[in-house]
């Protein structure tokens, strides 16, 4: 990692503070500095579960304790968090969806309406869920978060190739899904 900013300074000190001496004190640190931001990126990928969300985030941080050594400093350190954090997603993802008996709602999303800003929001949610759940987890990493495409790429474990095909599919597939918002906003510049 080349020039880290002040912010990726203090992350490389706590976190060689915690694998030189064990310091708990440091690592409560780290987690106070990122817990934000984790449990941000577990709630939109939860679709707003709160509570899933927090013990999710419990999970990650006592993952990045056990598995801290083996944090090699290739990426930022809220970089190697998210991808703990997606792991953690993932695995309960594929919990759930077994004890589920992959019993789902195959019903259709009602169609989009054309209300006001917090349709539009809503609009974009139903969009979402309805693209794949990789090209979900580029866009939520990318735009949401706003982590780079090689910053995507670690934290989703892929190719960087395959991140920027499912970023531009995702985009492409929810300007379709979104394709009344865009004529209705052009009605509204008189174009």
């Not at 939860?46 to 006592?62: C, I, K, P, S, V």
């Not at 759930?96 to 259709?108: C, E, H």
């Not at 929001?121 to 990318?142: G, I, K, P």
């Amino acid at each position: 990692m080349a020039d880290p900013t002040g912010a990726e300074q203090v992350d490389q000190v706590l976190v060689a503070r915690v694998l030189l001496t064990e310091d708990r004190r440091a690592f409560e640190q780290l987690m106070r500095r990122h817990q934000g931001m984790v449990r941000a990126q577990l709630r939109r990928l939860l679709y707003g579960d709160q509570a899933r969300a927090d013990d999710l985030a419990q999970e990650t941080f006592l993952l990045a304790w056990r598995k801290l050594d083996q944090f090699r400093g290739e990426a930022r350190f809220s970089t190697w968090l998210y991808r703990i954090a997606y792991s953690c997603f993932l695995q309960a993802r594929r919990k759930r969806s077994a004890a589920a008996d992959d019993v789902g709602d195959d019903t259709p999303d009602p169609p989009i309406s054309l209300r006001d800003a917090a349709d539009l929001r809503l609009d974009v949610e139903r969009a979402m869920r309805r693209l794949s759940a990789t090209e979900q987890a580029v866009l939520l990493h990318v735009v949401q978060l706003g982590l780079s495409h090689e910053e995507a790429a670690y934290v989703l474990a892929m190719p960087l190739g395959t991140v920027k095909s499912h970023m531009n599919r995702g985009k492409a597939r929810l300007r379709a899904l979104l394709a009344d918002w865009q004529i209705t906003s052009q009605e509204g510049r008189g174009t």
